[in-house]
């Protein structure tokens, strides 16, 4: 062989050799995106969703396809995405009720920690502990002292068995105590009217329902939630400020893909909601709901969830809370 043939076969050997040149990643999306939203239409998850989906779309210039799927407490549309095809094409909503769901549904068809590729943490929307101004008591320490004296006295409405308006009172119940009965309803709305009423004295209420009812003076607003005051109601001190030290309960919503979403979709679809959720207008809108935007990590997303699944499976044991 001659000095030029060896020193082409060489080179040849040398290509064959030599790593591929990276193919170039097809961008996301490329196609319309399904957005499973667990609820009915008209509700806190299904209205930030639908504005999600609609910013979403705006931001990757495809369809983004609000698809309610509610049944069993957001449970029948959640089981949907564990099971849809862990493309990234499908994604969806999900809330404080399916942490809640483990602990009191015997039969549940998904884990809400291993069987979702959880994204981002939209929004928490506290919730008021509230009492009908008939009722003496002017803050959580009145209020517990007046359960006190008078054990399975008061009443407390909840939006169901179940609920997180349900689940929050026995943890306030189990904290503080007290004993006080409970009044599940089919929704905030029918037990708000009898709260208002008079015919319920207490309650957990997420602000954006009770808020009018509160500015009005119609219901009194003895506390909030969660571990930050409402900036709506700067003058309305947190329960665990308030004495019961630790508590910390509202209602939440976030997004979640099938198990197994390719981690790069992953990352991108939650880079896209945080810009949108640091957005002034995006902020304003949620706030405007009774809410507070948000927007974490997914890894942060998953360890919340599971640490939501522990908490209120405790709550769920020591009320004694099942659901057939």
């Known amino acids: 062989m001659t000095i030029r043939l060896k020193v082409c076969a060489w080179i040849a050997a040398t290509m064959v050799m030599l790593p591929l040149p990276a193919a170039h990643a097809q961008p996301f999306p490329v196609k319309p995106v399904r957005f499973i939203i667990p609820f009915p239409p008209g509700g806190p998850t299904d209205i930030l969703g639908r504005l999600t989906a609609e910013r979403l779309a705006r931001i990757w210039s495809v369809q983004v396809i609000a698809d309610n799927r509610p049944g069993g407490g957001g449970n029948i549309g959640t089981e949907q995405c564990a099971r849809s095809p862990a493309d990234g094409y499908t994604i969806c909503m999900i ?8 602990s009191i549904y015997p039969k549940l068809a998904f884990d809400p920690v291993r069987d979702f590729s959880h994204v981002t943490l939209l929004a928490t929307l506290p919730s008021l502990l509230v009492v009908h101004p008939s009722l003496p008591a002017k803050n959580v320490r009145e209020l517990i002292a007046y359960a006190k004296t008078r054990p399975g006295a008061l009443n407390y409405a909840s939006g169901g068995s179940g609920t997180s308006s349900h689940l929050l009172m026995e943890m306030f119940n189990l904290q503080g105590g007290i004993r006080m009965v409970h009044v599940a309803y089919k929704g905030t709305g029918p037990a708000l009217v009898d709260q208002v009423s008079g015919l319920i004295e207490v309650a957990f209420s997420t602000a954006i329902a009770v808020l009018p009812y509160v500015q009005s003076g119609r219901l009194r607003a003895l506390a909030v939630s969660t571990k930050e005051r409402l900036p709506t109601l ?19 919503q976030g997004v979640v893909m099938p198990a197994g979403a390719p981690r790069e979709i992953v990352n991108t679809v939650h880079g896209d909601l945080v810009k949108m959720l640091r957005s002034s207008d995006m902020k ?9 935007a948000l927007g974490n990590a997914p890894d942060e997303f998953s360890a919340f969830m599971k640490a939501e699944s522990e908490k209120w499976a405790k709550v769920a044991k020591a009320a004694n809370v099942k659901m057939e």
């Open 95 to 102: 809330s404080i009720a399916q942490s809640i769901s483990p």
């Open 234 to 252: 700067p003058d309305v001190p947190t329960i665990d400020e308030s004495g019961l030290a630790g508590f910390d309960g509202g209602s939440w």
């Open 284 to 292: 304003e809108r949620i706030l405007a709901m009774g809410g507070i």
